[in-house]
């Protein structure tokens, strides 16, 4: 099974800056790594798959990048409603599996 | 309106049996491999079962040989059967669409409660 690490766990940032989220995979994933945002209360939504490619609707100011086994998810600029904690997940082997999460909250 | 609605969800004693089910609608069903995914209460997500539009099925060791995932084309239908079930699976469960083994669309979930 391929552990997803992702880190840190809680980010605090401003209004309006950058966050940067990362998430390592114990072995190779390939591109095969989705990100995922989860509002309190609600379901997961997708924000990011192949590594860079956002889902529909999904804002510019998410982007997705990857070298070797590590993964990132920046945030260029921070607003409210992106208050929630993201997931990442790789697809490239059975069972898909899930990081930890980390949250991300206003500084 | 593109969605999916979980019902089915409930109180059940260890070693009970539960069935799930997911209404789609707004898109092919047909088309689309489906998911169920779960989340322990208050932390993180796990994928506990998905099959293809072949009938092809897919598990993780935590629930293979007790979950059971079918679909129901006919009926824009999904259901996840689940026997000898344990305190661990207590959980809300998301019934989700595919998108290359990625979830594209989720439900709101069913809560799963294994209690004695």
């Known amino acids: 099974e391929i552990v997803m690490t992702q880190s840190p766990a809680t980010l605090s940032v401003s209004l309006g800056e950058r966050a940067t989220l990362s998430c390592r995979a114990s072995?190779?994933?390939?591109?095969?790594l989705a990100w995922y945002r989860q509002i309190p209360g609600q379901a997961p939504r997708l924000l990011i798959y192949?590594?860079?490619t956002r889902a529909t609707d999904i804002p510019a100011r998410f982007s997705g990048s990857r070298s070797g086994t590590e993964f990132t998810l920046t945030i260029s600029s921070l607003q409210s409603e992106d208050v929630a904690v993201y997931y990442c997940?790789?697809?490239?082997?059975?069972?898909?599996?899930f990081g930890g999460g980390t949250k991300v909250e206003i500084k | 309106e593109v969605q999916v609605v979980e019902s089915g969800g409930g109180l059940v004693q260890p070693g009970g049996s539960l069935r799930l089910a997911c209404a789609a609608s707004?898109?092919?069903?047909?088309?689309?491999?489906m998911h169920w995914v779960r989340q322990v209460s208050g932390k993180g997500l796990e994928w506990v079962s998905g099959?293809?539009?072949?009938?092809?099925?897919h598990y993780p060791a935590s629930v293979k040989g007790r979950f059971t995932i079918s679909r129901e084309d006919a009926k824009n239908s999904l259901y996840l059967q689940m026997s000898s079930l344990r305190v661990g699976d207590t959980g809300v469960y998301y019934c989700?669409?595919?998108?290359?083994?990625?979830?594209?669309?989720w439900g709101q979930g069913t809560m799963v409660t294994v209690s004695s």
């Open positions: 989700a669409r595919g998108k290359s083994d990625t979830f594209d669309l």
């Open positions: 707004g898109f092919p069903f047909s088309r689309y491999d």
């Open positions: 099959i293809g539009t072949a009938g092809d099925t």
């Open positions: 072995q190779s994933v390939v591109g095969n």
């Open positions: 192949a590594t860079s």
């Open positions: 997940q790789q697809y490239n082997n059975w069972p898909l599996t």
